[in-house]
């Protein structure tokens, strides 16, 4: 390729020109030099005591990710920056733009799946524009600010429905629903003429597919607590709604994996068009659903397909496969049908058009986290202590419950653990300025729940408790709920299913053990990655209550300041024996 000639008089600056872009070229490579030095040498270290730095961790370099959470616990002066705005409603397991990529087959892409913690920033999901500190119980039943979530879509398509309409600066909430337009009271007293849902029978409940959970919030005036799930949509936000509205709610798809709850865990379990197609894949999901209802409970399902049009085939199926698991048919009333779960292993699955059959004894049915769908039926037989009466409400909340035995000295342990729960709460309420008890605290996490103690103090507070019991810690799931109340099961080297600003208080006891390994007793993750998901999820002005040694609650404050939180810490109540203290952190309300 030839040379092009340059008039004279272009000629002449030819050089300068040059002279300036070395200059610039230079002037980059030397701050690309400068930023090297002050993350990776103790120069960096040096110069960060003299302020408070922010950042904004988004690279993928995990040997970088790692110096910087040592750097921020080990005190360094750095604040975590903000995310872009965009990300204001950010749940790092529930992506559709990453999901969408994934199999369909059984809704796997729309099951959780995290992406590599290396591969996510480390920066603080910012709350929209506009943002307000949410609307207090009982009032949020029934409205949420609109600028807290401001999407339409619900209340343009489902308004006809009573779901959900704007008035003013609000969302409404009727307490309408698909298959009840004129409520949720009028839908439940008509369930109640075929089921008990008062007099303490029924106490925990599974809403399948739930909208904006008005199901599960109308049934708390039965004292029937509800886990109301559907999965993320990214244009509805119906699990955000919910928990914007003080309901108990998680985000979660009936897909290729159990469901992770216990086995035998809900009187109720409840469909109202929640669209789960329980007889396919030999009816699968109908067999988890199974897994899931305690003995003696009922299943209620409500729209297609019961006596829906041109369904004749799927409601036929669907009514089979409850034969050959002996459910007792209770009721169809229009496109509502109710059955009764058998109490006790009396029927087998016989010669059936869906191969049904028992899981052998090997099957431990209460493991459920990351744990592929079987195609048996559980033994009530292979849970000690399941098939029988269990005490009405309240009395369950205090009585032991069987399952309990399951650690050595089980129920002696659980009467101590209950007993120091009741002193702990009281401590945390007349001397540490904690809000519980009042408006300003409704959704309330237990991180590290054991058996529910800390919840089951709290029955008499305006509250309701998601007790999440970690994966490698003992199943104790199950005895949470034989009490009546619910949770999860939960890995906190992820992020939780649920969206962000959604708990008023988290409370976590021992939180260095949710980041190590049992067996090695090494870290699996990192308390940083922790506290940034824990800001994820906290409400702004809420509170962090963790409990541990004196060295962790100090290097919990360091990390507090980091993401932005006002921290304090306090000495074990006096009655305490353990070698603890007590870290208080409130999250700030800042904007963008």
């Not at 200059?23 to 103790?42: C, D, E, K, P």
């Not at 769908?373 to 009585?399: D, F, H, N």
């Not at 035995?405 to 009281?426: F, H, M, P, Q, S």
């Not at 959604?502 to 190590?516: N, P, Q, V």
Request: charged letters at 20%; aromatic letters at 10%.
């Amino acid at each position: 390729m030839g040379h092009v000639n340059l008039p004279a008089s272009k000629r002449v600056g030819g050089p300068r020109q040059w002279r300036v872009l070395d200059v610039v070229t230079a002037a980059f490579f030397g701050l690309v030099f400068l930023f090297f030095v002050l993350v990776f040498t103790s120069l960096g270290d040096s110069l960060a005591s003299s302020g408070r730095q922010t950042l904004h961790l988004s690279t993928s370099d995990p040997l970088q990710r790692l110096r910087v959470s040592a750097a921020i616990e080990a005190g360094q002066p750095l604040v975590i920056e903000a995310c872009p705005a965009d990300t204001a409603d950010h749940m790092p397991c529930e992506d559709p733009r990453l999901n969408s990529q994934l199999s369909r087959e059984m809704n796997y892409y729309r099951e959780r799946h995290c992406p590599p913690l290396e591969n996510t920033p480390l920066c603080l999901v910012p709350p929209p524009p506009g943002y307000k500190v949410s609307v207090q119980w009982p009032e949020s039943l029934h409205k949420i600010w609109y600028s807290n979530m401001p999407y339409n879509k619900i209340a343009d398509r489902k308004g006809h429905q009573g779901w959900m309409k704007i008035e003013g600066p609000y969302f409404i909430f009727p307490g309408g629903g698909t298959m009840f337009p004129d409520g949720a009271e009028q839908y439940i007293e008509k369930l109640g003429q075929y089921i008990p849902m008062n007099g303490g029978v029924l106490r925990t409940a599974l809403d399948m597919g739930c909208g904006v959970a008005s199901f599960g919030g109308y049934l708390l005036a039965q004292n029937i607590l509800t886990m109301s799930f559907a999965p993320r949509d990214s244009h509805k936000s119906q699990i955000q709604f919910a928990l914007e509205r003080g309901i108990p709610a998680f985000v979660a798809m009936l897909g290729t994996r159990r469901l992770p709850f216990p086995a035998f865990g809900f009187d109720l379990v409840h469909c109202s068009r929640c669209l789960i197609p329980f007889t396919a894949y030999n009816a699968t999901y109908f067999i988890e659903v199974d897994r899931l209802l305690r003995p003696g409970g009922y299943l209620v399902i409500s729209g297609p397909p019961v006596q829906w049009p041109k369904q004749d085939k799927e409601w036929s199926d669907l009514q089979a496969v409850a034969r050959a698991l002996c459910y007792e048919l209770i009721a169809v009333d229009g496109n509502t049908v109710i059955w009764k779960k058998p109490a006790m292993d009396t029927c087998l699955p016989n010669q059936n058009e869906f191969g049904l059959g028992m899981c052998d004894d090997s099957d431990d049915p209460n493991i459920a986290w990351y744990f592929k769908l079987k195609k048996c039926v559980t033994r009530m037989s292979s849970v000690k202590g399941i098939v029988g009466t269990i005490s009405k409400w309240p009395e369950r909340l205090t009585a032991p419950p069987v399952r309990s035995t399951i650690l050595k000295n089980g129920a002696d342990v659980y009467e101590a653990d209950t007993k120091r729960w009741v002193r702990r709460v009281a401590f945390y309420k007349n001397s540490l300025k904690i809000k519980l008890g009042t408006p300003a605290i409704r959704n309330v996490m237990d991180m590290n729940a054991f058996f529910g103690g800390f919840a089951a103090a709290l029955n008499s507070d305006p509250v309701w408790v998601m007790n999440v019991v970690p994966s490698h810690k003992p199943p104790t799931l199950d005895a949470i709920f034989d009490r009546g109340l619910i949770g999860v099961y939960h890995d906190w080297c992820e992020p939780f299913s649920t969206y962000p600003r959604t708990y008023d208080l988290i409370h976590a006891t021992s939180i260095e053990s949710l980041i190590k390994d049992p067996a090695s007793a090494k870290n699996r993750c990192n308390l940083v990655d922790l506290m940034v998901e824990l800001d994820r999820i906290l409400r702004p002005e809420g509170t962090l209550v963790v409990r541990d040694t004196p060295e962790v609650i100090e290097r919990v404050a360091r990390v507090a300041r980091a993401v932005r939180w006002e921290p304090t810490i306090y000495n074990k109540e006096p009655e305490s024996h353990g070698r603890e203290n007590i870290l208080v952190a409130t999250k700030t309300l800042w904007k963008l």
